[in-house]
């Protein structure tokens, strides 16, 4: 019985190995598979002399094959193994990690999301004959071996936001959370709370979580990936793949294929080779801090050893974090060199994991910073250094003059003025009862004649138009174009076709009948939003570059360079509004679809910090944004955590973080850095959302009604807070600067 | 008494419509690749999301304007005597011959054959409780209505007002209107056929379901 039972154990290798190796070592797997079937020949017509030896033999085979195979994996091979349904899963990890769990938020198909499973776990370590239990939040997304209501592991966004609740709750208990990535990407659809909304909240959740998190990633696909990876410590499987983008995405985009077609296996494998995903490659670039080890073509449930190698892994890891947050005395230092060889059993030692409140808030800072680190290679930053230098100086300049002036000065000030308000105005009030039985004049507000005036009169139109003088400050080069131009709403709305010149120069890009709004150039915004002359670039030397030294794309890069005379999709200026000094980060659309890469990222983080350091607000303008820049692979997508990060500091150092879509804006920004900020706004006829109609099919079945991703849309489930005319934009935004925002803008 | 063997008869000598596509204002005609015997597709999708089958292209002042196909069809006329012409607004371009589908023949058969009561305002509707009751029972054949009945009840905003059926007595013989859904005032509520004529009227329907052929 034994012998049939490993036997059948090697047929399910054998198809293993065939399902990964497709169309290649074909001799070897053939040869192996022939092995097999004489084996079980022989053993059926009982010819074999000692089936037990054979079979020993043959399991021999088995291990050297699969070690030579593994050792010429190619990338799109390690795709197919973390998508094997023989692959370990989460709840694999769950029973042989740790030493006990109990699921939480759902069972099985009984769960507001199967796709996202949430346990309570505990491990137990000894030390002598004392043992410690010890607690953690277990959260990640669950394949389950073919099981099909787990939808591969790609969670809904309200699963997603269950994932959130309990890194909360984790929070609270002061427990250390352990996250596992299993995901192919997220499920991409806008209901309620929203795709994109939700991994923008989980990020900027966890960018501030104040316990440890230890990330572990099998298959990291994209934005569904750093829905739950922003972590101290991100382990990484060694078969497993992190990615900004599936194979088959990247190739769809590379072959210009549309209208659900698909992509050859050659460009598919071309495109996984590409993005640099393995797990060596992302050690590399420094977007995972370890390599777990995995047997030969990748873990599966029987690999015992594997689990207990985790186990000591994730242990190291936790262990290590909350080292770091308490700081390091001498003894730990010297104890955690020790822990860290491979050797340690670590169940055999005890640290707490609990935390003081000082050990919590140098655990998030430490955080912080190791993901703003991040990427900082993978654009050219061409400042040069003395002017580097120069601005440094006089940013810190800055930092201490606010500091000074706002924080010893300006800030008791304000308490003596309040002070002497407050008093002042009781003491009239007191004055004023006092004397009333002599003076019998009523008591209360006494009102100026101009006020009176005002609020009893008709009151003047005041319109906007005045300030400018019935004229923008820039028009858009369309508007001398001869030619008319006709609404998409034409049809529904009865819509007059509009003359070029009427509709991209006095009418803004707005159509008179329905109020559409035409996409405008980024300069219209730029131009007559923000005070004449105000504006003054920084960090306009840095440049986006080929990091991964993608085919094509260094080409396609200097087109767009020589088109948009720009060096990057993202432009961070200075300027003013209605002498309102701030800082904005403008993506610029024409630039490679405004996609956000490396430079576009380090120029957003900085313009954060400096944003932070002068107290000016900070304004995300998005004039349109494609998403990840796919072809610079995870030196694009760790701009996600890393943006989320900069945002979090900035409005937690008391800032006021606005944004503001134009156009079109899609993915990973949306779902990050920009999703984040508690004051979203759009312009009409804009549309934002997670994917676009085109891959939320393919990747669902789901067909989309029209204006799916509109802003009224967006603004009806909660993800925005207001639609804007293009018109009144300034007025808006003033506004805002003089209502939003938290304690530390210096106009305040 | 309706006369259903002239009806259909009437129906079968031209089991179409014909459709003349105009322009919709003035400009320069460039006809597309169709030809006259072409079949083209109308507005399509789940959303009616999708255009049909584009037959010309109208410019005015440099700005092009897809003339497209409204319902799927055959081309039978194609006025290429325009092609690169200055046509003012109104003049035809084409004509699609629309075949009509069994469900298109049916309601406009029953357009004739029955009374339809429409919504005197946008709200939802309900039957009233013993209609109702009668509905789910019997089915809505079951139900006699007449001139004055209280037979439904219009809710709009948590105000609830009484419909009182106005018409010829009869039987509903079908329900338009869903539950918990608002329909628009003038839309068909129910369409009632007098009883006397229900075993005609289900005839008719009978023979437009076995008899009637779709084209393409």
């Not at chain 1, 676009?692 to 990747?699: A, M, N, P, Q």
């Amino acid at each position: 019985m034994d012998i049939e039972k490993r036997a059948q154990h090697l047929t399910d290798r054998l198809s293993y190995i065939r399902d990964i190796f497709v169309g290649r070592n074909g001799e070897i797997i053939d040869s192996l598979g022939v092995r097999l079937d004489s084996f079980f020949q022989n053993l059926a017509d009982g010819s074999m002399k000692s089936p037990l030896e054979e079979l020993v033999q043959l399991e021999k085979g088995f291990d050297e094959v699969e070690r030579l195979l593994d050792s010429s994996l190619t990338p799109m091979e390690k795709v197919r193994i973390v998508r094997h349904p023989q692959r370990f899963c989460l709840r694999d990890i769950l029973e042989n990690v740790y030493d006990n769990f109990t699921e939480i938020g759902g069972q099985d198909e009984h769960s507001i999301d199967p796709s996202m499973v949430i346990a309570r776990a505990t491990i137990t370590r000894h030390q002598g004959k004392k043992k410690y239990s010890q607690l953690i939040m277990v959260i990640g997304q669950e394949k389950g071996h073919g099981e099909e209501f787990r939808n591969g592991g790609s969670v809904k966004p309200w699963g997603n936001a269950k994932a959130r609740h309990f890194m909360q709750v984790a929070e609270t208990e002061n427990i250390p959370i352990h996250t596992y990535v299993f995901t192919p990407g997220s499920f991409p659809v806008e209901d309620y709370p929203g795709a994109a909304q939700q991994i923008a909240s989980n990020l900027y959740e966890m960018a501030g979580l104040s316990v440890p998190i230890i990330s572990v990633i099998s298959e990291g696909g994209s934005g569904g990936a750093e829905a739950i990876a922003l972590a101290d410590r991100r382990l990484m499987f060694s078969h497993g793949y992190y990615s900004v983008i599936s194979p088959e995405g990247a190739a769809a985009i590379e072959g210009r294929l549309k209208g659900g077609a698909r992509a050859t296996p050659e460009l598919i494998a071309h495109c996984a080779e590409r993005l640099h995903m393995t797990a060596q490659d992302n050690l590399n670039f420094g977007y995972v801090d370890r390599i777990v080890q995995e047997p030969c073509l990748g873990a599966r449930p029987f690999h015992y050893d594997f689990f207990r190698t985790l186990r000591q892994e994730v242990i190291r890891a936790t262990d290590e974090a909350v080292l770091g947050a308490r700081g390091f005395s001498p003894m730990r230092r010297l104890t955690l060199r020790r822990w860290g060889r491979d050797d340690t059993n670590m169940d055999e030692v005890f640290l707490s994991w609990n935390l003081s409140d000082s050990a919590r808030e140098k655990l998030v800072a430490k955080r912080q910073k190791k993901f703003l680190r991040l990427s900082k290679g993978a654009c050219w930053d061409r400042r040069p250094v003395l002017s580097r230098l120069r601005r440094n100086a006089r940013e810190s300049w800055d930092s201490l003059y606010a500091r000074v002036k706002f924080e010893l000065y300006t800030r008791h000030r304000q308490r003596i003025s309040n002070f002497m308000n407050e008093t002042l105005s009781m003491a009239v009030w007191l004055r004023d009862r006092m004397l009333y039985p002599i003076t019998r004049k009523p008591v209360g507000p006494r009102l100026r004649p101009e006020t009176v005036r005002e609020l009893t009169t008709l009151s003047t139109w005041k319109e906007e138009d005045e300030s400018r003088k019935g004229r923008w400050a820039y028009v858009s080069p369309r508007a001398r174009e001869d030619r008319t131009v006709t609404c998409p709403n034409a049809a529904t709305h009865g819509c007059l076709d509009l003359w070029a010149p009427d509709l991209y120069g006095e009418f803004a890009g707005v159509c008179t009948t329905c109020g559409h709004h035409f996409p405008m150039e980024y300069q219209w915004v730029v131009n007559n939003v923000f005070d004449a002359d105000s504006v003054r670039e920084f960090n306009a030397e840095v440049e986006a570059a080929n990091p991964l030294n993608f085919p094509g794309l260094g080409e396609s890069i200097q087109k767009a360079k020589e088109k948009t005379k720009l060096k990057s999709a993202c432009v961070t200026f200075e300027a003013r509004l209605n002498g309102i000094r701030m800082i904005v980060a403008m993506l610029v659309g024409p630039f490679r679809g405004g996609s956000v890469g490396a430079a576009e990222g380090l120029k957003f983080v900085e313009a954060a910090k400096l944003a932070e350091k002068k107290r000016y607000p900070f304004l995300a303008y998005v004039h349109g944004t494609a998403g990840i820049r796919i072809q610079e692979g995870t030196h694009g997508v760790i701009q996600m955590p890393r943006c989320t990060v900069a945002v979090r500091r900035y409005i937690e150092a008391g800032g006021l973080y606005l944004v503001l879509y134009d156009t079109n804006s899609y993915a990973g920004p949306v779902a990050s850095f920009l999703g984040c900020s508690p004051y979203q706004f759009a312009m009409r006829s804009s549309n934002l959302g997670f994917a676009g109609v085109g891959v939320i099919k393919e990747t669902t079945g789901i067909d989309v009604p029209p204006h799916y991703h509109s802003a009224y849309k967006a603004l009806s489930r909660g993800h925005i807070q207001g639609v804007w005319d293009r018109r009144e934009v300034r007025a808006n935004l003033e506004q805002l600067l003089l209502t939003a925002g938290g304690r530390n803008l210096y106009y305040r | 008494m309706l006369d259903i063997t002239r009806l259909l008869e009437d129906i079968k000598a031209s089991p179409h419509e014909e459709i003349v596509i105009r322009a919709p204002h003035t400009g320069v005609v460039a006809f597309e690749s169709c030809r006259p015997g072409d079949m083209v597709s109308g507005v399509s999708g789940e959303w009616k999301e999708r255009p049909g089958t584009l037959l010309a292209t109208l410019t005015r002042e440099r700005n092009p304007k897809p003339v497209t196909a409204m319902q799927s069809g055959e081309l039978r006329e194609l006025h290429t005597e325009l092609e690169g012409k200055f046509v003012e607004a109104g003049t035809p371009l084409a004509v699609v011959r629309h075949f009509l589908s069994r469900e298109e023949v049916i309601s406009m058969l029953l357009k004739h054959a029955l009374h339809l009561f429409t919504a005197p305002e946008r709200a939802k509707y309900y039957f009233t409780p013993a209609v109702d009751i009668k509905i789910k029972t019997g089915g809505s054949r079951s139900v006699t209505v007449h001139h004055g009945m209280e037979l439904l009840i219009m809710s709009r905003m948590k105000r609830e007002t009484p419909v009182y059926y106005t018409g010829p007595g009869g039987i509903i013989y079908t329900v338009y209107f869903k539950h918990n859904q608002n329909v628009d005032a003038g839309a068909p509520l129910l369409g009632v056929c007098p009883e006397s004529q229900l075993a005609v009227v289900e005839e008719l329907v009978l023979r437009v379901q076995t008899e009637w052929k779709e084209r393409a």
